[in-house]
């Protein structure tokens, strides 16, 4: 049974940068499509970025040229850079797995069925 656990979350100004990482136990993330998703107080669960272990990615219109979603195949790790983060980005972050590679690519929450617990980003100033 794979298990996500993700690391990397804090509290950041207008402007500033973050990194997460969503490190995978119990099988690899080749296998599996990953991806980003957050959740904001009183609204629903949403996709931000996925990718497969070819590099393939995909990405929510409001993240693009400001999130980068990266996987260190070794390292069984992925990652989310989040530059310029502004208040409309505080969420809980989650990590998910798909139990397939999938091709396109898909920020739909109900295609993943693995999660990770969350982690908190808090952009104020």
């Known amino acids: 049974q794979v298990q996500l656990v993700e690391s990397g979350g804090g509290s950041v100004q207008p402007g500033g940068s973050l990194r997460f990482s969503c490190a995978a136990s119990?099988?690899?993330?080749?296998?599996?499509?990953v991806g980003w998703f957050r959740q904001a107080p009183g609204k629903e669960r949403e996709g931000v970025a996925a990718?497969?272990?070819?590099?393939?990615?995909d990405y929510a219109e409001s993240v693009k040229g400001r999130f980068t979603i990266s996987q260190d195949n070794g390292k069984n790790t992925v990652y989310l850079q989040m530059n310029i983060l502004s208040p409309e980005d505080t969420a809980m972050y989650y990590c998910?797995?798909?139990?397939?590679?999938?091709?396109?690519?898909?920020?739909?929450?109900?295609?993943?069925?693995?999660w990770g617990q969350g982690t908190r980003v808090t952009v104020s100033s």
């Open positions: 119990g099988s690899t993330f080749r296998y599996y499509s």
């Open positions: 990718s497969n272990s070819d590099g393939s990615t």
């Open positions: 998910a797995a798909d139990r397939i590679c999938r091709y396109p690519l898909t920020l739909n929450r109900l295609d993943y069925n693995i």
